[in-house]
């Protein structure tokens, strides 16, 4: 497989993560507690902040500064929040689990979802102006910090969002030229250029994966089916009955290419993942063990069940620990709809629930070299997070951040399924030989696997 092929599978801009949900308290040799302050650069998605909300006891308190490098993935990051925290009154537990979970990983959402999403976006338009005095207040959803230009970015992200799509039911977008857009054909695009001559038989070549790969790392919750719909379709979550037509704006982002003059060309399209899955965010672990039975050698439940259990629980947590100014309706927390497709009430960002001792503040793109140069930040961060494709930032200067004993936390290759065992394996070497030049020393727990995360703990000088 050629360079350009290995780079096309996982694309180039994370819309998930590759590894599970973890408990950033517990990461280390001993649970954090108290007032904890967490650096996650490049988290993706929101699956370890509601892990690490999950774990949070009632004297604890969370900050989590995230730093992504895409002001496209900070909105979705945003939206995915903002969903999370819709109280109860305004949306049924499992209702909001099935929504974000469709928001999350479908290429092509039902037209119910694309109206939650517009609205939801209409609303974070707001939060990140000065048109408002509300403007930017929620602690879940902070961008003060980001600089002007980036929220004024984060405006035109989500006005795109609310346009309406096009007569053409998969078009909500343009690509080369302002010719109208359709995801489905992006995906199978993206499908053609990974497979090559392969793409004749792309369902063995889905297959393989899933079985001779995923199924091998430990994640037999996939389900085969499931999996190779995803690979062919862009489809991970289909909970409801419906028609998935409409495009799922939030998977689209831009990308600049040298066309044969060399001169630059910006195409719109999906660039994420088309091969690990977002099946891995929510899927594959779970600390509830009857998810994980089998029977007859199969498992009984599905990543797709697992996701929706495990979202569900992460959002009665925020249920548990937060309130919200709308209280007029009864409490529905962990109730489910009776009906085939509950009414959504659509509420105000000034309405959703205000979760006790947390806060998310989202740090600028190019942030992560000056922090160490800022007083503010010396010796603050209790733990620190690297996802995979930001582990290379990961430079000396970043100890003067960690606070003593601090746990730094980087996700590893295995779940990038184009990257051979032996690529996997010397990137996990190469990650080791930087936290140590940062002043990290390997930290093992009895029971962890040591493939998906590599944890390590800050050297006394």
């Excluded at 096309?8 to 001993?30: H, K, M, N, Q, Y």
């Excluded at 996939?222 to 991970?236: C, E, N, P, S």
Aim: net charge neutral.
């Amino acid at each position: 497989m050629s360079a350009g092929q290995t780079r096309e599978g996982p694309g180039c801009v994370a819309w998930w993560g590759f590894s599970p949900a973890r408990d950033l308290l517990t990461a280390g040799p001993e649970r954090l507690e108290g007032e904890v302050n967490i650096l996650l650069v490049g988290g993706a998605d929101p699956r370890h902040i509601l892990k690490t909300i999950g774990g949070l006891r009632d004297t604890d308190s969370l900050r989590i500064w995230a730093l992504e490098n895409s002001m496209e993935v900070v909105a979705r990051q945003l939206l995915l929040l903002y969903l999370a925290l819709i109280p109860s009154e305004s949306m049924g537990l499992r209702d909001k689990a099935e929504v974000f979970l469709e928001v999350f990983g479908n290429a092509e959402v039902r037209s119910q979802t694309e109206e939650t999403l517009r609205h939801v976006a209409a609303q974070l338009t707001l939060s990140v102006t000065d048109m408002l005095e509300t403007a930017a207040t929620h602690s879940c959803l902070d961008t003060t910090r980001l600089k002007y230009k980036e929220r004024d970015e984060l405006v035109r992200i989500f006005k795109r969002w609310i346009q309406p799509p096009s007569s053409s039911p998969s078009s909500s977008a343009c690509g080369r030229g302002g010719a109208p857009f359709s995801i489905t054909e992006a995906w199978d695009g993206r499908v053609r250029k990974h497979l090559g001559e392969r793409y004749d038989s792309r369902t063995g070549s889905f297959d393989w994966d899933v079985s001779m790969k995923l199924h091998k790392r430990g994640c037999g919750v996939i389900d085969k089916q499931q999996y190779v719909r995803w690979r062919a379709k862009g489809l991970a979550f289909e909970m409801r009955e419906g028609i998935y037509q409409i495009a799922n704006p939030t998977l689209l982002s831009t990308r600049v290419f040298s066309n044969h003059k060399g001169d630059k060309v910006a195409s719109r399209g999906y660039w994420g993942d088309i091969v690990s899955s977002p099946y891995l965010s929510f899927g594959i672990e779970t600390d509830d063990k009857s998810q994980l039975v089998k029977r007859d050698g199969k498992h009984v439940k599905t990543a797709q069940d697992i996701s929706l259990a495990n979202v569900q629980m992460f959002f009665r947590s925020l249920s548990c620990r937060g309130s919200q100014t709308t209280t007029s309706q009864p409490d529905t927390v962990g109730k489910e709809s009776s009906q085939p497709e509950a009414h959504h009430k659509a509420i105000d960002i000034q309405d959703l629930m205000r979760v006790n001792g947390i806060s998310v503040t989202f740090l600028p793109l190019d942030s992560l070299s000056k922090l160490p140069g800022k007083p503010e930040y010396s010796r603050f961060f209790n733990t620190i997070y690297f996802a995979a494709g930001m582990a290379h930032q990961l430079d000396p200067a970043l100890r003067r951040t960690a606070a003593p004993g601090a746990v730094l936390v980087v996700e590893l290759a295995d779940y990038l399924l184009d990257l051979t065992r032996e690529q996997a394996a010397g990137y996990a070497e190469r990650v080791a030989d930087m936290a140590k030049d940062a002043g990290f020393a390997p930290t093992r727990r009895e029971g962890e696997r040591e493939d998906i995360h590599a944890v390590f703990t800050l050297q006394t000088e």
